[in-house]
């Protein structure tokens, strides 16, 4: 475990003192700290994501769906047997 110091505005201090008790706020700190980290390598993995998926050559999703129903309906799969 590290330490290190961070600056703050005074009226986000003064909040922060009145509504987190003294013991709960390292905890409170890194936790917050945390979920904004998570949410930033959201929105990066999502960025880096766009665009990834192309339309090009591509039909209709409602008849691409349809052609893959119809095609599972008439795969022959093995049947249990029931009379065993």
Do not use: C, Y
Request: overall charge negative; glycine content about 4%; proline content about 4%.
């Amino acid at each position: 475990m590290a330490r290190m110091n961070v600056a703050f505005a005074d009226s986000l201090l003064e909040d922060f003192r009145h509504l987190v008790p003294a013991r709960q706020r390292s905890q409170f700190i890194a936790e917050a700290v945390q979920a904004r980290l998570l949410q930033l390598k959201q929105e990066r993995a999502a960025q880096a994501a766009a665009g990834a998926w192309s339309e090009e050559g591509r039909r209709d999703p409602d008849e691409e769906i349809r052609e893959i129903r119809q095609e599972w309906a008439t795969r022959d799969l093995p049947r249990e047997d029931t009379h065993g």
